[in-house]
């Protein structure tokens, strides 16, 4: 089991930044890779960054170039800062652990972008 809990939403005015963390506990040795998924009321849950225990990234276009994930294996956290924040980037945002027992999620933390 792995558990994981979020932190760092909230609001900021567009243009503006904010940094997600993401802490795992439990079976942390089982993780290969964590990123952050994102969701808005009505519509599915979309990738947004993910990186690998060996520290490639991947991230969905509408986020290139705005938005940064780390991974700090020593305190098994895995962090998003956003940059440039578009209203269309509010959304829950979540912390997902894939691991060889299967995929976690967190509960989710609020990023609302509006002014």
């Known amino acids: 089991q792995v558990q994981l809990v979020e932190s760092g939403g909230g609001l900021v005015q567009p243009g503006g930044s904010l940094r997600l963390s993401c802490a795992a506990s439990?079976?942390?040795?089982?993780?290969?890779?964590m990123g952050w998924f994102r969701q808005t009321l009505g519509k599915q849950r979309e990738l947004v960054a993910t990186i690998t225990s060996g520290g490639s990234t991947n991230y969905a276009n509408s986020v290139k170039g705005r938005f940064t994930i780390s991974r700090d294996n020593a305190k098994n956290t895995v962090n998003l800062q956003m940059n440039s924040l578009e209203p269309e980037d509010t959304a829950v945002y979540y912390c997902?652990?894939?691991?060889?027992?299967?995929?976690?999620w967190g509960k989710g933390t609020l990023v609302t972008v509006s002014s």
């Open positions: 439990g079976s942390i040795f089982s993780i290969n890779a």
């Open positions: 997902n652990a894939a691991s060889t027992f299967g995929s976690y």
